[in-house]
Nanobody
Framework: QVQLVESGGGLVQPGGSLRLSCAAS????????MGWYRRAPGKQRELVAS???????NYADSVKGRFTISRDNAKNSVYLQMNGLKPEDTAVYYC??????????WGKGTLVTVSS
């Protein structure tokens, strides 16, 4: 049973924008912190952004000021707005849900490629 469904990845030029979406079941959406990890080629997995059920946010230093995480309660969805994209943002982005930064549920991942 698929619990998290992501969309929105793709190819974008440096300086461009993308928005990732992650739709969850209502029980997951109401119970857990949700956010995004990413894994770039040859690098370790990195926590990019998270959003608690109390609307507290956390961002990796590398994306602060460029990425914004938000939620839509009516759609049980979390979004990652990515602006000012850089080639080093190229990675597979995974939506997750869990208690704090721990992960109980993973999305399948969506590829973001930043290249000219």
């Amino acid at each position: 049973q698929v619990q998290l469904v992501e969309s929105g990845g793709g190819l974008v030029q440096p300086g461009g924008s993308l928005r990732l979406s992650c739709a969850a079941s209502r029980s997951i959406f109401n119970s857990y912190t949700m956010g995004w990890y990413r894994r770039a080629p040859g690098k370790q997995r990195e926590l990019v952004a998270s959003l608690t059920t109390s609307d507290n946010t956390n961002y990796a230093d590398s994306v602060k000021g460029r990425f914004t995480i938000s939620r839509d309660n009516a759609k049980n969805s979390v979004y990652l707005q990515m602006n000012g994209l850089k080639p080093e943002d190229t990675a597979v982005y995974y939506c997750y849900a869990g208690p704090g930064p721990s992960v109980n549920y993973w999305g399948k991942g969506t590829l973001v490629t930043v290249s000219s």
